[in-house]
Nanobody, 119 residues
Framework: VQLVESGGGLVQPGGSLRLSCAAS????????MAWYRQAPGKQRELVAA???????KYVDSVKGRFTISRDNAKNTVNLQMNSLKPEDTAVYYC??????????????WGQGTQVTVSS
């Protein structure tokens, strides 16, 4: 499954961005779509995930600021990011896991979309 992320950019602290990710094909069955990010010199980390049924989880650092959503019919997942902080600066990627976990990813890592939070 090919994934294409978009929507990143440069934003001031406290600002907002909306990221989008489109999958090249429909993933049949229960699955989990997720956003990851990788900051310079750091490992890629899971930011938010959402199952086909609508269950969500977030990394503690973004709870209350980020909201993940998905459109199962369009094979897309979005990430609304509010109250952005400089520490949110990273390249953001999406991927898809089979079932309700992310232990088996089926997407090819794309180029991601750069989010830079700076004044």
């Amino acid at each position: 499954v090919q994934l294409v992320e978009s929507g990143g950019g440069l934003v001031q602290p406290g600002g907002s961005l909306r990221l989008s990710c489109a999958a090249s094909e429909r993933i049949v069955g229960i699955n989990t779509m997720a956003w990851y990010r990788q900051a310079p010199g750091k490992q890629r980390e899971l930011v938010a995930a959402m199952t086909t049924g609508g269950n969500t989880k977030y990394v503690d650092s973004v709870k209350g600021r980020f909201t993940i959503s998905r459109d199962n019919a369009k094979n897309t997942v979005n990430l609304q990011m509010n109250s952005l902080k400089p520490e949110d600066t990273a390249v953001y990627y999406c991927n898809v896991g089979l079932g309700t976990t992310l232990s088996t990813l089926v997407g090819s890592w794309g180029q991601g979309t750069q989010v830079t939070v700076s004044s």
